[in-house]
């Protein structure tokens, strides 16, 4: 006989999250630290990366298929939409084409940035993809902000290398440029006559390098974890819906399946890093186009 | 009246170019060095780059249709494909399709290696995608050479940056990050019980670190730059089919266009870096899909 209960009175719900690749498993290692009790359903269109440089109607379609898929195949009562370009790009087309509470990582990360600032000037990091999109920058403008964007394109890289500092290799690499973007980055605020005190990281792989951000930012800005922002807001969002999660149900209670379009081998290597544990197996799906 | 001939008892050939993205150019760089005076269509599939996920089936057509475009729009009599992953994975493909000679990449920067090599025993860097292809482990093998390949994936952002040694910004990390990749490879070689003494830079992005990697390499070890490699096989093959290349004449006699399929602002931001002289207005082309 069990000796867990076999009975619950709360529901656990089941949470989609979507992803171009698998950079934003960070978001769903944050969800599952915040809501351990729940079902997971990830998804990476791995077939059809980088979103970054197509349009907005072909994001929103690809977008919108994966968060169909998430609902019809996965039964999804929730979505994250863990990516910064389809939040910037298509988060009203996906909130228009399903029936459920769809929340992305941008507005969080902005929402956070204003809590965190006192001077209401905020420094953005991200990919060319989601610069270029200003997504950060309007964001933060609704919440009276005024945010500096820098697209800093060797930091996927020097993550997906494993270049994070946790050993010895390339850490000291990473380091440097971290700190040559940062002094770009300040300098260019410096000459805008910005007082920036907050920095956030805007790109679903940065998470993993917080710890050396953290420590090359000047002394007291505030790092904002743009994942761990959305994980916040889903939860807030989540216990808002009254559908039962219990945060701090065991993690034994964790259920978390991964699927992507396309080749899981890069998935399946660089994922556990991203998400803080084994991936397991990840399922290969096929969404046509 | 003018003064220059007019009339020429050599043709002036027209040689098509093509690319996924603008790295190609350093090839275009490498053509025009050697034959000055041609007029040269190059064409870079920016809108569906990049090509190195994708399947081999839709890289080939993808490629054929650039190939058709330099052909039928640009009247091009010789074709370069300066892209590895194309050059890896639909070579074939475009020769079957068009009705003019057609040369990689990836054979020339073999032949090479074949003959700076005293050893027989070949180190190649490259992206991911060529890498995983393993292209040049059997185009090196078809001329007796045993080649050991690595990806070394924060090259092309390093170079994308401007990181590449011409200024202080970033030359020590790429110094750094090339010093890495060079004792991950030598070792992994020195393991396998191969005494490598020729190193093939096979992206089109890598010319632009030459010099870099000419200071890095151990004592002896001879730089291949497959963009110079396809350059020079090119030339001979343009004077094997009699088309009247004359290398020797005036570079104004150069005709350069380029052509994009998507946003041309990165192209001409970062091209004329690569082709060594301004990239002037890119023109952009719908070839659908």
């Known amino acids: 006989m069990s000796t867990t209960p076999t009975t619950d009175?709360?529901?656990?719900?089941?949470?989609?999250?979507?992803?171009s690749g698998f950079g934003g498993l960070t978001v769903l290692r944050a969800l599952v630290e915040r809501m351990p009790r729940?079902?997971?359903?990830?998804i990476g269109d791995t077939a059809r990366l980088p979103y970054g440089s197509k349009s907005r109607r072909t994001i929103a379609r690809y977008a919108v298929e994966s968060a169909r898929f998430l609902?019809?195949?996965?039964?999804?009562?929730?979505?994250?939409?863990?990516?910064?370009?389809?939040?910037?790009?298509?988060?009203?087309?996906?909130?228009?084409?399903?029936?459920?509470?769809?929340?992305?990582?941008?507005e969080p990360g902005a929402a956070a940035a204003r809590a965190a600032s006192q001077t209401n000037d905020v420094l953005v990091i991200a990919t060319d993809a989601t610069v270029?999109?200003?997504?950060?920058?309007?964001?933060?403008?609704?919440?009276?902000?005024?945010?500096?964007?820098?697209?800093?394109?060797?930091?996927?890289?020097?993550?997906?290398?494993?270049w994070t500092g946790q050993d010895a290799t390339g850490h000291t690499v990473t380091e440097q440029v971290i700190r040559i973007y940062l002094d770009e980055?300040?300098?260019?605020?410096?000459?805008?006559?910005?007082?920036?005190?907050?920095?956030?990281?805007?790109?679903?792989?940065?998470?993993?390098?917080?710890?050396?951000?953290?420590?090359?930012?000047?002394?007291g800005m505030r790092v904002i974890d743009s994942a761990e922002s959305a994980a916040a807001s889903a939860a807030a969002m989540l216990n808002g819906h009254a559908v039962g999660v219990d945060p701090l149900a065991a993690a034994t209670h964790?259920?978390?399946?991964?699927?992507?379009?396309?080749?899981?081998?890069?998935?399946?290597?660089?994922?556990?890093?991203?998400?803080?544990?084994?991936?397991?197996?990840?399922?290969?799906?096929?969404?046509g186009g």
């Open 38 to 42: 729940a079902r997971y359903a990830f």
């Open 185 to 219: 980055l300040n300098a260019a605020a410096a000459a805008a006559g910005m007082k920036a005190d907050t920095l956030v990281l805007g790109c679903t792989h940065y998470p993993l390098l917080r710890p050396l951000f953290e420590r090359a930012v000047p002394k």
């Open 71 to 106: 609902l019809k195949e996965q039964g999804a009562e929730f979505l994250v939409i863990a990516c910064n370009t389809a939040s910037a790009l298509a988060l009203d087309a996906i909130q228009d084409a399903v029936p459920v509470p769809v929340l992305g990582v941008i």
């Open 254 to 287: 964790t259920e978390i399946r991964c699927f992507a379009t396309d080749s899981v081998e890069k998935f399946e290597r660089l994922g556990s890093r991203f998400l803080g544990r084994p991936v397991g197996d990840v399922e290969l799906v096929d969404l």
């Open 132 to 162: 270029h999109s200003h997504a950060y920058r309007e964001a933060c403008a609704h919440h009276g902000l005024q945010a500096l964007e820098k697209a800093c394109p060797l930091l996927v890289p020097l993550v997906e290398e494993g």
């Open 9 to 19: 009175s709360t529901h656990t719900p089941t949470i989609g999250v979507f992803d």
